[in-house]
């Protein structure tokens, strides 16, 4: 499962989720035309897909846009769960004492050294996706298990006047009739459809492990408890209380306003007001006319340690008139009232 590093998620909250200018690959027979890895895949990705239409085409059948599209991202998903490998990422994890998971603007070293988990090929997906043209977005899922905190990384494309959801790390999609009636993550989360799912090693291997030691299968994460669902990193995050702490463990720890006024809010489950001190690690954007918001009162930002009182429930989110301005938290502590 993807593990919240604090420039990893400061940085994730910058992507952008519209589709790009479809880049030409038609001239480069065996894609070595690019340093960048990404570009490298695209191509890959954008040529395996125009020889499949071929072989249709063969056969008398034009495809759609929509269904190459389709095409377009089980290409993508197969190809990333492959040289990104979650199998590969268990190895240097185990191995190497100082391995670190890559931050944003690193997520090349993925496909040059072969191993990743959810939210790298959450990241590749999306961007070999924007590469060709797709509408794509990054979907994030938090839940809980034995009273542990757990997350997941996936992604959606916008095919057949919907967003159709892709699970890339396991390989997964659900479909209402056949390949090229992909499902919404709403319809999905009501049970409906059948499951399309790959043989790679690492969605074997994992769903083996878990029928052995009686756990839900890796699509649990759909009907988790406490589910919690963020598109485009943003919306509204529940964050409990735990022995006096606010409690990040496998959740974002950042909130505020990114681009195109996406923002991430994140409401407390407290039941009585408390003050709390509020440490920031970093300040992110350009933060000078904002303000942190609790409730219906407002606090200075500042790098460091703030007092804040947070109301029943309350809902900390940062207002005022810059763009992009987001806090990365360190911790939030409960305090005695002074």
């Known amino acids: 499962?993807?593990?919240f590093k604090i420039f990893f998620a400061m940085l994730i909250l910058l992507v952008s989720i519209a589709s790009a200018a479809k880049s030409d690959f038609s001239k480069s027979l065996y894609c070595n035309d690019y340093a960048d890895s990404i570009q490298k895949y695209a191509c890959l990705t954008?040529?395996?897909v125009q020889g499949i239409k071929w072989v249709y085409e063969s056969s008398g059948i034009k495809l759609t846009d929509d269904e190459t599209r389709i095409l377009q991202a089980i290409e993508a998903m197969n190809l990333i769960q492959n040289i990104a490998s979650a199998g590969r990422y268990a190895y240097l994890k185990h191995t190497q004492r100082e391995f670190k998971s890559p931050l944003m603007h690193e997520q090349n070293v993925c496909l040059?050294?072969?191993f990743g988990i959810c939210g790298n090929h959450q990241y590749l997906f999306v961007e070999i996706l924007k590469h060709l043209g797709l509408s794509v977005r990054p979907v994030d899922f938090y839940y809980s298990f034995n009273h542990e905190n757990h997350n997941h990384a996936a992604a959606e494309i916008y095919v057949n006047d919907h967003w159709a959801f892709f699970d890339i790390t396991w390989g997964g999609f659900w479909v209402q009739h056949d390949?090229?009636?992909?499902?919404?993550?709403?319809?999905?989360?009501?049970?409906?459809?059948?499951?399309?799912a790959g043989s790679n090693s690492w969605y074997i291997a994992k769903n083996h492990?878990?029928?052995?030691k009686h756990?839900?299968?890796?699509?649990?994460y759909l009907h988790g408890k406490d589910l919690q669902i963020l598109r485009n990193k943003s919306g509204i995050l529940r964050i409990r209380f735990k022995n006096g702490e606010a409690d990040f463990n496998h959740l974002p720890n950042y909130f505020g306003k990114s681009e195109n006024g996406r923002s991430l809010k994140i409401k407390f489950q407290n039941p009585a007001a408390l003050q709390a001190l509020l440490h920031i690690e970093n300040i992110g954007g350009y933060c000078e006319h904002s303000y942190i918001k609790a409730g219906s009162q407002r606090f200075t930002i500042v790098k460091g340690s703030s007092r804040l009182v947070i109301p029943p429930n309350g809902l900390l989110e940062i207002e005022g008139k810059d763009p992009i301005c987001y806090l990365v938290i360190k911790n939030l502590k409960e305090i005695a009232w002074s």
């Open 46 to 48: 954008e040529h395996a």
């Open 112 to 114: 040059q050294n072969s």
């Open 215 to 220: 756990y839900p299968d890796v699509f649990s």
């Open 209 to 212: 492990l878990n029928r052995v």
């Open 1 to 3: 499962m993807l593990v």
């Open 179 to 196: 390949l090229f009636t992909p499902l919404s993550l709403e319809a999905i989360l009501k049970r409906k459809g059948t499951l399309i």
